[in-house]
């Protein structure tokens, strides 16, 4: 029933939409067309989650129409199993980051709105488009209102920050779009499915897979191309680091199992151990290097990278399984796991940059520092509490969702490689160090000093946008089978293609 | 039919602590403290009586194991990671141990925190380490096992950190945490070497298998490999030994004692800190077929048996000779571990449980008193004052130091006779730690008690000291009288009769014979304890006593003596082996140092530094050079032209 609709270009365009009519009224307007705007987004998800066919791999929801005739270019719509879950996710978390918008944003509040519902418009543009052009359209037009919203809304040092994240992607894609037009040249068509099993020479994948994985290696980030996260993370408002944390990051994965690894399956092979080894850094390094932040932002932006180097061994690990081992189930495992630590992660860092934002809005200046802050929990109780469980949820810990993806990636690599895992395994320990340290230092003690004094408890609606964030942590964690079963029949697919050759 | 109910059964003891928790926490302010603690309670007390029955059941009536799967968690290729209850004899023993000390402690917080303003968190907390321990203990498969592992993990940290106010108190929580992580390493890596070879996390598929691995290699190094099974095992024990604070990693028990003292009693005594031991003897399928593994096992448990036991001699801290006291003893039952005695362990686990939970509840009953003075030099001349205490206490202490007919004796005396027994290497060094252990075990405790309770009063004029509620003194009397009967009462059961209380939970290869050596020359519990007078053991124990008395009491010039003239000894002693200025120089300060480089150097300088801000400063520079070509005069830009056509004509002309 639902079928006749064109869900997937409502769940994009209606957010395009609404932030136009929110620019041509006040204020008060806004504050109720956005939410409505995204309430009603997020509920268009559960048709769309109601129709999909999950024993199948092919693209549904599909629409299919010609856009520009002469290169063939569709415009061209479809979900299956891994980019469905990234929608839902992005609905939500659209959600959350507008209503939280509507307490902490005090300046240009309509121009906030709009720019973050067209941000979320694209966002599902990217994770549905089937067609490569129209994909490379709205992974640019994502960066735009996310520009926007770092340079406006930012803290002091925004501008360095914003131009920092605008160059830093920009020429990752650049690239991209390369190795776009090249694979064009050999298909004849743009569709990204038809990129699939085309057998190139091992010397043309490598080359596509380079040109691919600047794009995303700086999107994940991978080290070294990750420092514009920290900053950017700092300087932007706490809606734009919920967004960086919770969906932008995980583009970057999401393009390495769209384009890298189906593409270019022999080069990933080659390269495997570049990437496991730049996975392992992240989890090490970063994580070594969150633990002696200052800044809560920082700690936490330095946290996701090193949680998002898990995504990236789970994917790339799968090539040294299979060389290593032959066992297609490992393999499988591992990228799952990787898949599942994409979703995942997004509650956990998404609730905590939103309680940077919590504590910073009821400082005086706003500040991000560990130090101005100090014995939070006898003032804010109840903030303490469930930042705790998102704590917990960033340490790993079992019965959250931050555990499930790590788990199945550390349990797959070690069937490869016992000193990847052991590597790997140094997470147990470095994230519980930095992110209960961090917590300590901002929750526990004597009151810090006469602002943290007259800080009051959550309202209602930082409530509601926690306890949602509470059920996804929990949701997951407990019952991460409702994400796999969606995912099994697409990774399925998707890790066969990726293996052509291999 | 039965096994649906006893499923069921098992899940609402399991359940009924999470949902008094979930009330506690979520609604304890609007319900007040006194629904809070009803609720609780009655819903603990459920969970115990449950308990019982399921005890009742599976032991009695023989029921063999059930393996009730509950939801599939994880499903992905061929793996299925479901999560299950396994109800069988050892953990329908733990069970009953976990809900009955966990329903005391219960009881006696409501006296203990009475006027604390946490009062319904902690209640919460204290249901939801049930919960925990439950599930730890009723797991079918590692990955709930390590649910439950690290759910007492976390409640654990957040009850040391009770009184966050307290810098001290956070601190221990967040050591706790770190030094259970760094055992978890061992044990995640030892679950995944599981699955590689057994393509299952569950205990059924894991345990009828293992001979399927025997022989099998991991290969660490290209060319370095080591049994498959033994690295399993270490790797697990690593695990363990985070949990039950062997050494190296027991460096976090004695800082936990900075939480409030119930929890002392529950989680660092009674349950948790025994989840190592208990887990050791869940995979005694696995451990029997690795000799290497048992005798690291040994080793450990040995060391940690007499040199922690050492340390308690010299604090001052009630609690934390206690809490050394606790070290001691979980060396013990690891010590039984590997000598393949886990029917021994488990007993000693069990009265521990008792006798252990008595004493930190007295202690604390003690504290109380002295309005939260832990100082055992402030203390002295108790015992009039405080009769139930001090007989609780002295009762405690007699378990402790394995004084027939008390139930420490009987569980401790059968570890030190398979011990004797044993054959695998290591043994005859464990033998020696732990009859050294007994001689100590009696020193420090009546050390504890001489200084508290005996002699000249050295509590300041103005602090009213009393006897405490009997909310309080109720657990202690009802934790006393098991303190005394149970070691006797179960002995024969438990490790004698066919089949034994555990029975097929546990298996035991007949190469390891210490237990059934031990069977041999046992004659009855009563005879065990007239006969007590023969064994070395008693003497030692004995011995410990009066030399307590010496010191302490008689004459403790000889004492300050001695501190003299083993000035260096004294001064380890004092240091605890320097294990914490080891972790805070060379983990804390070195982690921190290289984190500062790493961000300092690698990020900041070089990457931002050099590479992106240097491209921008690049370019900007470029800009600057190449502007100085646009000077706006038309003269320079006629000389730039003629001599670029002079250029190119010259190279058009001469390079052909």
Redesign the interface.
């Known amino acids: 029933m639902f079928s006749s609709l064109p869900l997937l270009s409502i769940l994009i365009w209606l957010p395009v939409l609404g932030a136009m009519i929110i620019l041509m009224t006040d204020e008060k307007w806004a504050k109720r067309i956005a939410p409505a705007v995204t309430i009603i987004t997020l509920l268009l998800c559960i048709p769309l989650y109601l129709g999909f066919d999950t024993s199948t791999y092919h693209m549904q929801f599909q629409e299919n129409k010609l856009w520009i005739s002469a290169y063939q270019i569709h415009y061209s719509l479809g979900v299956d199993g891994i980019s469905l879950s990234m929608i839902i996710l992005t609905n939500f978390t659209g959600l959350l980051v507008i209503l939280a918008g509507c307490e902490a944003i005090k300046k240009r509040l309509s121009q906030y709105m709009a720019a973050f519902l067209v941000m979320q418009g694209m966002m599902v543009g990217v994770f549905a488009a089937l067609d490569a052009i129209l994909f490379y359209v709205f992974w640019e037009g994502m960066l735009i209102p996310m520009y926007l919203s770092i340079g406006m809304w930012g803290s002091a040092n925004r501008s360095y920050a914003s131009i920092?994240f605008f160059l830093?992607t920009f020429l990752g894609s650049i690239l991209m779009l390369v190795a776009l037009l090249y694979l064009y040249r050999v298909t004849g068509t743009f569709e990204i499915q038809k990129f699939y099993g085309l057998h190139l020479p091992l010397n043309m994948q490598i080359l596509l897979f380079l040109a691919f994985l600047l794009a995303f290696a700086v999107k994940v980030p991978m080290w070294?191309v990750h420092?514009?996260l920290p900053d950017a993370h700092t300087e932007a408002p706490s809606g734009g680091s919920v967004v960086l944390a919770a969906l932008m990051l995980k583009l970057g994965i999401y393009g390495f199992l769209r384009f890298s690894m189906p593409i270019a399956p022999l080069a990933a092979q080659q390269l495997d151990w570049v990437m496991i080894a730049l996975s392992l850094i992240a989890i090490v390094?970063i994580g070594?290097?969150?633990?002696?932040?200052t800044d809560m932002k920082k700690l936490i932006a330095y946290s996701s990278i090193a949680h998002m180097g898990f995504a990236t061994l789970g994917c790339f690990m799968v090539y040294d399984i299979m060389r290593d081992t032959g066992n297609?189930?490992?393999a499988?495992?591992s990228i799952?796991?990787a898949v599942v630590q994409m979703i995942s992660h997004a509650f956990g860092s998404g609730a905590m940059f939103l309680g940077v934002g919590i504590l910073a809005d009821r400082f005086y200046n706003h500040s991000r520092l560990i130090k101005d802050y100090g014995?939070i929990?006898?003032k804010m109780p109840v903030f303490a509490?469930f930042f705790?469980l998102f704590a917990?949820s960033n340490v790993g810990?079992?019965?959250t969702a931050g555990f499930?993806g790590e788990?199945?990636v550390?349990?797959s690599?070690?069937?490869a490689h016992?000193?990847v895992?052991?590597l790997a395994?140094?997470t147990?320990?470095l994230a519980?160090?930095y992110t209960?340290?961090m917590y300590?230092r901002i929750?526990?003690?004597?009151v810090a000093n006469q602002y943290v004094e007259g800080f009051r408890d959550l309202t209602w609606i930082e409530k509601t946008n926690y306890t949602l964030l509470a059920i996804g942590v929990f949701f997951v964690g407990?019952?991460?089978?409702f994400i796999?079963n969606i995912l099994?029949a697409s990774i399925g697919y998707l890790l066969s293609v990726s293996l052509v050759g291999v | 039919m039965a096994n649906l109910l006893l499923r069921n059964a098992a899940l609402v003891i399991m359940l009924l602590p999470l949902l008094g928790a979930i009330i506690a926490?979520l609604f304890g302010k609007n319900i007040g403290r006194k629904a809070t603690h009803t609720i609780t309670i009655t819903l603990v007390g459920i969970s115990f009586l449950l308990s019982c029955y399921v005890f009742n059941v599976v032991v009695l009536y023989r029921l063999p194991a059930i393996d009730a799967p509950i939801?599939?968690?994880?499903?992905?290729?061929?793996?299925h990671f479901n999560v299950g209850i396994l109800i069988d004899r050892l953990s329908a023993i733990m069970m009953v141990i976990v809900t009955f000390i966990s329903f005391m402690v219960h009881i006696y917080t409501i006296g203990y925190m009475s006027d604390d303003p946490g009062y319904q968190r902690f209640f919460s907390y204290m249901s939801l380490f049930t919960f925990a321990m439950l599930s730890l203990v009723l797991a079918d498969n590692f990955?709930v096992l390590?649910?439950g592992w690290?759910?007492v993990g976390?409640v654990s940290?957040?009850l040391i950190?009770f009184w966050?106010?307290r810098?001290a108190a956070?601190?221990g929580g967040?050591k706790a945490?770190?030094a259970n992580?760094?055992g978890?390493?061992g044990f995640?890596?030892g679950?995944?070497?599981i699955?590689?070879f057994f393509?299952s996390l569950n205990y059924n598929d894991v345990f009828s298998n293992v001979s399927t691995i025997i022989g099998k290699n991991?290969?660490?190094l290209p060319n370095i490999s080591f049994s498959a099974i033994t690295v399993i095992c270490v790797l697990l024990f690593i695990g363990a030994m985070g949990k039950s604070a062997q050494m190296p990693l027991h460096v976090w028990l004695p800082e936990s004692m900075e939480g409030p003292t119930p929890i002392s009693a529950l989680i660092h005594a009674a349950t948790m800190v025994t989840a190592g031991i208990y887990m050791v003897a869940r995979m005694s399928p696995l451990f029997e077929y690795s000799d290497a593994a048992l005798s690291f096992v040994l080793v450990m448990g040995a060391t940690t048996c007499f040199f922690t036991g050492l340390l308690a001699v010299f604090q001052y801290d009630i609690k934390r000779v206690i809490a050394y006291s606790t070290l001691s003893q979980l060396g013990y039952m690891t010590v039984a571990l590997g000598v393949s005695a886990y029917d021994a362990s488990i007993f000693h686990l069990m009265t521990h449980a008792f006798f252990k939970a008595l004493l930190f509840l007295a202690a604390g009953s003690v504290i109380i008193a002295m309005h939260h003075e832990q100082d055992m030099r402030k203390m002295g001349g108790l015992a009039l004052v405080m009769p139930v205490t001090y007989v609780t206490f002295l009762m405690g202490a007699l378990a402790l130091s394995a004084i027939p007919p008390f139930a420490g004796f009987y569980s401790k005396d059968a570890i030190i006779e398979a011990v004797q027994f044993s054959t695998i290497k290591g043994a005859n060094y464990a033998y020696f730690c732990v009859l050294a252990g007994a001689f100590i075990t009696p020193l420090y405790i009546f050390r504890a008690l001489f200084l508290t309770f005996h002699g000249k009063s050295k509590i300041d004029a103005h602090v009213d000291v009393r006897e405490s509620r009997w909310v309080i003194l109720i657990p202690l009397i009802l934790l006393a009288i098991p303190s005394l009967i149970i070691g006797g009462m179960f002995i024969g059961p438990m490790l004698f009769s066919k089949p034994n209380l555990l029975g097929n939970s546990i298996l035991i290869l007949p190469i390891h014979s210490a237990m059934q050596q031990l069977a041999e020359h046992y004659e009855g519990a009563k005879k065990m304890a007239l006969e007590a007078g023969k064994h070395l053991t008693l003497w030692l124990a004995i011995a410990g006593i009066v030399t307590a008395w010496i010191f302490n009491s008689a004459w403790p010039a000889f004492a300050e003596n001695l501190k003299k003239h083993f000035a260096f000894f004294y001064s380890v002693m004092i240091r605890k082996y320097g294990f914490d200025d080891f972790n805070q120089i060379i983990f804390v300060r070195g982690?921190?140092r290289?984190?500062?480089f790493?961000?300092d150097i690698?990020?900041l300088k070089f990457?931002?530094g050099y590479?992106?801000n240097g491209c921008a400063k690049l370019i900007q520079w470029f800009a600057r050079v190449s502007r100085h070509v646009q000077t706006g005069f038309i003269y320079h830009y006629a000389l730039a032209m003629v001599l670029g056509l002079a250029i190119f004509l010259s190279w058009t002309l001469l390079g052909r």
């Open positions: 920092k830093y070294p420092t514009w390094y070594l290097v969150a633990i002696v932040q297609y189930h490992y499988y495992l799952e796991g014995g929990a006898h509490a705790m917990m810990l079992p019965g499930v788990f199945m550390m349990l690599s070690f069937y016992f000193w895992a052991l395994m140094t147990l320990v519980a160090a209960l340290w300590k929750f526990f003690g004597p407990l019952y991460p089978a796999l099994h | 926490g939801y599939e968690w994880v499903s992905s290729g061929l793996f990955l390590f649910f690290e759910g976390l940290y957040l950190g966050f106010k810098e956070v601190f967040l945490f770190l992580r760094v978890d390493i995640l890596l679950t995944a070497a699955l590689t393509n991991i290969f660490v982690f921190r290289l984190g500062e790493l961000y690698g990020d990457i931002d590479i992106v």
